[in-house]
């Protein structure tokens, strides 16, 4: 039975609030355990499972600090939904590699979910927007 939309914002909305507070393990807990994790351009490609994912969001947490997640606009069709939103927050550590030195920094992402039918994520494709990131994060 396809999920609704309420039921796949319900489950996209509380892995963005487990994110904005840092919490490794809640948003591990929305990921199926055959979760593809693909943070497009990551060095190590797409992941697998949620002990996959960990390594990506422990690094993402101690590089950015006080985020936000503003959605935009989202499509849905069965099982999967596109999410378009802007992301703005603090940049304290190497996010991406590049000096943060505490500077603030705004960026969209673009989410690629697909739900297993339980509602767990089975799939989270990410896109971010580093033109904007490489332009507010300039290297000395």
């Given at each position: ?24 393990e ?24 949620p ?22 606009r ?23 590699g ?43």
């Open positions: 039975m396809a999920l609704t939309r309420q039921e796949m914002d319900r489950k996209i909305d509380e892995h963005f609030a487990f994110e904005a507070t840092d919490d490794v809640g948003v591990l807990s929305t990921l199926s355990p055959d979760v593809e994790h693909d943070i497009v351009g990551w060095p190590t490609g797409p992941t697998h499972g002990e996959g994912a960990r390594p990506f969001y422990e690094e993402l947490f101690a590089d950015l600090a006080d985020g936000q997640i503003k959605v935009l989202r499509l849905y069709g069965e099982d999967f939904l596109v999410d378009e939103s802007l992301w703005s927050g603090r940049a304290v550590g190497r996010p991406f590049l000096e943060g030195r505490g500077r603030p920094l705004a960026f969209r992402l673009l989410h690629v979910i697909e739900f297993a039918g339980g509602g767990d994520i089975k799939r989270e494709n990410v896109w971010l927007d580093m033109g904007a990131i490489f332009q507010q994060l300039p290297q000395d």
